[in-house]
Nanobody
Framework: QVQLVESGGGSVQAGGSLRLSCAASGYTNSYNVAYMGWFRQAPGKEREGVAAIDRDGRTRYADSVKGRFSISRDRREDTLYLQMNSLKPEETAMYYC?????????????????????WGQGTQVTVSS
């Protein structure tokens, strides 16, 4: 059973930066992961994909964050990162780390929540104007 634990959230002013981390554990083979991703969900809104990375390091980003956010993965430390720059107030949300197994059945796209089968508990990001 994969466990994901996010950290690094907090409060920042508009234009500021934060770096989120997601520690992964409980898996026997790192090649079982097909993709890892970051999602966010604001109150009253659907969960949306922010960024994803495959096991070969290829990345995908939502159009709204391209050029400002960067996803990366440290395999030695089994940690996923999301560097967020030039943050906007409308990006205030709970940010979640997600994992897709190689054998996962549902595929709805790199940034679709349905494509991922393990989730962390989330870390809150608040951006003030």
């Amino acid at each position: 059973q994969v466990q994901l634990v996010e950290s690094g959230g907090g409060s920042v002013q508009a234009g500021g930066s934060l770096r989120l981390s997601c520690a992964a554990s409980g898996y026997t083979n790192s090649y079982n992961v097909a993709y890892m991703g970051w999602f966010r969900q604001a109150p009253g809104k659907e969960r949306e994909g922010v960024a994803a990375i495959d096991r070969d390091g290829r990345t995908r980003y939502a159009d709204s964050v391209k050029g400002r956010f960067s996803i990366s993965r440290d395999r030695r430390e089994d940690t996923l990162y999301l560097q967020m720059n030039s943050l906007k107030p409308e990006e205030t949300a709970m940010y979640y780390c997600a994992w897709r197994d190689v054998g996962a059945a549902i595929w709805a796209g790199y940034l679709a929540a349905q494509s991922y089968n393990y989730w962390g508990q989330g870390t809150q990001v608040t951006v003030s104007s």
